[in-house]
């Protein structure tokens, strides 16, 4: 049955998760009560000893706290992770529910376990084997919940609860292991998580939905797609995360000028990016009517694309580059690479994680490589280079151009890190006994939520589908909308 290559794949399947679902929930979220009573503790910025810290630092104002320079930033990469995510897959027409709830499911525990992995490999404090967190370690639990949000859009509406909890716990687990790699022992920089976040997320669930491939998914056709009203519900997410990534690709920048340039540099490749994809969606309908998938997913891609790069001199103009080729890169693969994957490679990406997170990510990492390869004192001057590439303590006799090659060795892992442990987490997951639903049974909230009765309505509802038709920019003669008396 579809990509499985063990015998214990295939089974009867139940989608009752009365008994597993509750059961998951409880064991794990009493492990992280104890886990956290055991390793977590306050930072000395948090701690009430913080009075004393600023006598013996020297610090004359709690104004230098950290906190007031990275809130900001946090709440909006925590609405970016509970709002913007959630809302960017409500587009299916019976599937609202599971893409916000199981959004809000996956990210809560995710959060979680992401300060403990990440703590045990970034924040162990030497003088009582204790974690230490503030508040720079709860946005770097969301971008590890980021990259989790990312693989679910590969595979939503095809499986459980159980099975999203269970492929968190492994994919934040190997991206706390991919993440100390890059950026601690090969010492790559990757400010906005262009390859550690979005290429690492984006191939690890396409490797799961590869494992996973559904081979009579036409069964369930009907409700692969949108209606009118569920496509505004996702635009509402993707403006919300068009307006907050500049706070996302800057949020773990060095403060001062490092900071200021990750936020202007996406803020621009965002922008370029919105007119290419308005361009490529018209140009590539026959009649130039505009597509909202591709306004929905493509116009982000910028963002995405600019991350590695972010606090570089990549100069506006460089930004704007980035995210005109983007735009057209990602804009194209919706139109060609997504149907082709589904045929040929028998990858059933849902949400089309592979054209806004993973070629981007590429991209991204591909151009931090060329940027850091390139960066001259003349550019970037003496300590502006130390301090952007953090050439000091180790790596103090690392030049720009190794460092460009160590950018694009850390792509390679991310990508690597993504399809490996994707495959074996799938395997994990092929398991029959998670409560995923069946074939004819998916993209359907009323398998896992108490569903209320809709309401009878004179009117006529305006239905199509737009997110799974694989040839619809051929030659057509009649429109892709109709109308359905209810």
């Not at 214990?8 to 794990?28: E, I, M």
């Not at 995510?85 to 599971?98: E, I, N």
């Not at 997504?338 to 151009?367: A, S, W, Y």
């Amino acid at each position: 049955m579809g990509n499985c290559i063990v015998p214990y794949c295939d089974g009867p399947k139940s989608t009752n998760v009365r008994w597993t679902l509750p059961a998951v929930c409880f064991v794990w979220q009493t492990a992280m009560v104890i886990l956290f009573g055991a390793f977590v503790r306050y930072n000395k910025e948090v701690d009430a000893h913080w009075p004393e810290t600023k006598i013996h630092e020297n610090i004359t104002s709690d104004i230098e706290n950290d906190f007031y320079f990275r809130y900001p930033s946090f709440q909006d990469v925590h609405v970016m992770i509970f709002v913007g995510f959630g809302f960017l897959m409500t587009f299916m027409k019976r599937y609202s529910f599971g893409a916000v709830g199981f959004n809000f499911l996956i990210a809560a525990f995710g959060i979680q376990w992401a300060l403990l992995m990440q703590g045990w490999f970034h924040h162990i404090d030497s003088t009582d084997g204790m974690i230490k967190i503030g508040v720079e370690n709860l946005i770097n639990a969301d971008f590890c919940v980021a990259s989790c949000l990312i693989a679910f859009g590969a595979v939503l509406g095809k499986v459980s609860p159980v099975q999203l909890m269970v492929m968190t716990l492994f994919e934040v687990t190997l991206f706390a292991v991919e993440e100390y790699i890059i950026l601690n022992l090969i010492h790559a920089n990757d400010a906005g998580g262009s390859m550690v976040i979005h290429a690492f997320g984006a191939y690890f669930g396409l490797a799961v939905s590869w494992v996973l491939y559904r081979p009579n998914l036409k069964e369930s056709s009907q409700l692969n797609g949108s209606v009118y009203h569920s496509d505004v519900f996702a635009m509402i997410g993707t403006l919300f995360l068009w307006m907050f990534w500049p706070s996302f690709n800057s949020a773990i920048c060095k403060h001062g000028d490092g900071q200021h340039r990750a936020a202007i540099n996406t803020y621009l490749s965002l922008a370029a990016t919105v007119l290419t994809t308005f361009a490529i969606s018209s140009l590539f309908q026959k009649h130039g009517k505009l597509d909202m998938v591709h306004i929905q997913n493509s116009t982000l891609a910028g963002g995405v694309a600019v991350g590695t790069a972010a606090e570089f001199m990549l100069m506006p103009y460089g930004s704007l580059i980035v995210g005109f080729f983007c735009g057209l890169i990602s804009t194209l693969g919706y139109i060609y690479l997504t149907p082709f994957m589904e045929r040929k490679l028998k990858i059933q990406d849902t949400c089309g994680i592979h054209n806004l997170h993973g070629m981007p990510g590429v991209i991204g990492g591909i151009v931090g490589a060329i940027s850091a390869a390139g960066a001259t004192e003349s550019v970037y001057g003496q300590q502006g280079l130390m301090d952007t590439f953090a050439f000091t303590g180790d790596f103090k006799h690392r030049t720009p151009a190794v460092q460009g090659g160590y950018q694009a060795a850390a792509m390679c892992i991310a990508v690597s890190f993504g399809i490996g442990g994707g495959i074996l987490v799938g395997l994990i997951l092929r398991m029959p006994l998670w409560g995923d639903p069946t074939d004819d049974n998916c993209f359907d909230d009323e398998v896992y939520w108490e569903v209320p009765e809709e309401e009878d309505s004179a009117d006529p509802v305006l239905q199509y589908n737009n997110h799974t038709v694989a040839n619809k920019h051929a030659e057509v003669t009649e429109t892709g909308f109709t109308v359905e008396q209810h």
